[in-house]
């Protein structure tokens, strides 16, 4: 199979891929979702959905590998995203890895375009293509459900929030969550949190790191400390900051936490 990448430039890989490498949490989770979840040999450390890959060797971070151990999979392909992962699927590449990177999704139609390009390579374009068709109904059933002025904050080992050009604030915007910073033409940044307070936003939407306990509880606390005084929602954590297909039953859920908050559940 050969290919032309836009930052790789020209792919050759086998026909028919077997044996899967996923640096990307995004990338796996299309994967299980497209059902070939057995190929995968390896993992990236960042990815833990669905629980099933937690058995599989760490083979990266989202900026190192463990090349030694990766070669020793024989791998017939090696996943990747762009953006912080570009150098690392430049330099597997030079050391002749069979590379593939999907871009960024620059809106949450980008994750079902990433789908579709799965199913090419993996000889599933049937598969995907139904998979993307459910994908877009279920996302365009949330359209405008709300009409809300929304500061959303992330952790990323401090606050991070959305301007234009991110798939978040595409994806809050879709819902009638109005991001506060759209008019920031910087995809995410550090926000000044006296500038959130003089915008005053109708809802604080709060993205803890996963795995942490009562991210609602959490929420709560630190629009107190910093005198936010608007209602607060809280995701689990790593749910809108994850561009895979789970992506659209985050947004889901987090729909129906809006309405609860807002006692239309």
Same mark, same amino acid.
């Given at each position: 199979?050969?290919?032309?990448?836009?930052?790789?430039?020209?792919?050759?890989?086998?026909?028919?891929?077997?044996?899967?490498?996923?640096?990307?949490?995004?990338?796996?989770?299309?994967?299980?979702?497209?059902?070939?979840?057995?190929?995968?040999?390896?993992?990236?450390?960042?990815?833990?959905?669905?629980?099933? +890959?937690?058995?599989?060797? +760490?083979?990266?971070?989202?900026?190192?590998?463990?090349?030694?151990?990766?070669?020793?999979?024989?791998?017939?392909?090696?996943?990747?995203?762009?953006?912080?992962?570009?150098?690392?699927?430049?330099?597997?590449?030079?050391?002749?890895?069979?590379?593939?990177?999907?871009?960024?999704?620059?809106?949450?139609?980008?994750?079902?375009?990433?789908?579709?390009?799965?199913?090419?390579?993996?000889?599933?374009?049937?598969?995907?293509?139904?998979?993307?068709?459910?994908?877009?109904?279920?996302?365009?059933?949330?359209?405008?459900?709300?009409?809300?002025?929304?500061?959303?904050?992330?952790?990323?080992?401090?606050?991070?929030?959305?301007?234009?050009?991110?798939?978040?604030?595409?994806?809050?915007?879709?819902?009638?969550?109005?991001?506060?910073?759209?008019?920031?033409?910087?995809?995410?940044?550090?926000?000044?949190?006296?500038?959130?307070?003089?915008?005053?936003?109708?809802?604080?939407?709060?993205?803890?790191?996963?795995?942490?306990?009562?991210?609602?509880?959490?929420?709560?606390?630190?629009?107190?400390?910093?005198?936010?005084?608007?209602?607060?929602?809280?995701?689990?954590?790593?749910?809108?900051?994850?561009?895979?297909?789970?992506?659209?039953?985050?947004?889901?859920?987090?729909?129906?936490? +809006?309405?609860?908050?807002?006692?239309?559940?």
């Amino acid at each position: 199979m050969r290919l032309f990448h836009e930052l790789l430039g020209p792919v050759e890989l086998p026909d028919r891929l077997e044996r899967i490498v996923s640096l990307a949490p995004n990338v796996t989770d299309a994967l299980f979702a497209l059902g070939v979840g057995e190929r995968l040999l390896g993992r990236s450390a960042f990815c833990h959905r669905p629980a099933e +890959v937690l058995s599989l060797p +760490v083979l990266a971070s989202y900026t190192k590998t463990r090349t030694e151990l990766l070669r020793s999979l024989k791998p017939d392909l090696v996943l990747l995203s762009t953006g912080v992962q570009r150098e690392q699927a430049f330099r597997l590449k030079e050391e002749g890895f069979p590379v593939y990177a999907l871009p960024l999704p620059l809106s949450p139609y980008g994750i079902l375009e990433n789908l579709s390009t799965l199913g090419h390579l993996l000889d599933l374009e049937e598969r995907a293509t139904a998979l993307a068709h459910e994908l877009a109904q279920r996302y365009a059933a949330l359209k405008d459900r709300f009409a809300l002025r929304v500061y959303f904050e992330m952790d990323l080992g401090g606050p991070i929030t959305v301007g234009r050009g991110s798939y978040i604030a595409q994806a809050l915007l879709h819902l009638g969550l109005k991001p506060i910073f759209l008019d920031v033409p910087q995809a995410y940044f550090a926000p000044d949190l006296e500038e959130v307070r003089r915008r005053a936003p109708d809802l604080f939407l709060y993205e803890p790191k996963p795995w942490g306990k009562n991210p609602l509880e959490k929420a709560q606390a630190l629009a107190r400390e910093r005198g936010f005084d608007f209602p607060v929602v809280a995701t689990d954590g790593d749910e809108l900051a994850h561009y895979g297909p789970m992506f659209f039953g985050f947004l889901e859920k987090l729909a129906e936490r +809006v309405a609860e908050t807002l006692g239309q559940g």
